[in-house]
């Protein structure tokens, strides 16, 4: 059983609408993550956010909105996507910043703009 | 900046055979690296990581890697493949001053013949 727990698993989408996804994480950790992993590309780290304060924004499109409530829960809001933004979008969390501490993935939501 | 490069992009393996996934990264000290694999459908998950002291990193399922600075190489190995190793490996390198911002490499795929 992940500790980190990703809904929905599937979203297909138009490119006029809006939805969010969410993950949740089980392990008391302080840091948070979203990645994207498309086909042929390496992993890319999109957004980190570290006891809710948002430390690192890797020149995503304002299309992507995060949002950290509280330390447990990260959603990735979604609006006038691009078929190229579809993707699998992983989320992870950490004990805290440091390098040396390991990131626990979910399984991530596979996304599909239409 | 540090860089990774897998350069196998897919590995065909006998059950029973030996493996080696190779890893070379670019960074001008020395990097945290780490081995995580993605099943099918699944996130990442950390196979084993090197930060220093013994170059040979035993990790979870029977892997290990070993480090090699003159070679800035980080190949991860098993002595006998199981069908369940059938996935996605990645390769990933940090430094202390980047945080959590990993780079990882491209993947290697493995598949495993009955």
């Known amino acids: 059983e992940t500790g980190v727990t990703q809904t929905p698993r599937h979203l297909v989408m138009g490119m006029t609408n809006k939805k969010s996804l969410k993950c949740e994480q089980h392990l008391g950790h302080n840091a948070m993550y979203w990645y994207k992993q498309s086909a042929k590309k390496p992993l890319e780290l999109m957004f980190v956010y570290s006891l809710e304060e948002r430390v690192e924004n890797n020149s995503v499109p304002s299309r992507f909105s995060p949002e950290c409530p509280n330390s447990s829960h990260l959603f990735l809001h979604l609006h006038t996507l691009q078929p190229e933004d579809s993707a699998l979008y992983l989320c992870?969390?950490?004990?805290?910043?440091?390098?040396?501490?390991?990131?626990?993935f979910g399984n991530g939501t596979r996304l599909t703009v239409t | 900046a540090q860089s990774v490069t897998q350069p196998d992009i897919h590995i065909t393996v006998s059950e029973g055979a030996s493996l080696e996934l190779r890893c070379n990264y670019s960074y001008g000290a020395t990097p945290y690296l780490f081995w995580y694999v993605q099943s099918p459908g699944q996130g990442l998950q950390l196979l084993l990581k090197y930060f220093s002291g013994d170059t040979l990193v035993q990790g979870i399922k029977g892997f290990e890697a070993e480090f090699k600075r003159s070679q800035s190489s980080f190949n991860l190995r098993k002595p006998s493949v199981h069908w369940s190793d059938a996935a996605e490996y990645f390769c990933a390198v940090g430094a202390p001053n980047y945080g959590q911002n990993f780079v990882f490499g491209p993947g290697t795929r493995l598949s495993v013949l009955p």
């Open positions: 992870a969390s950490s004990q805290d910043r440091e390098v040396g501490s390991p990131l626990h």
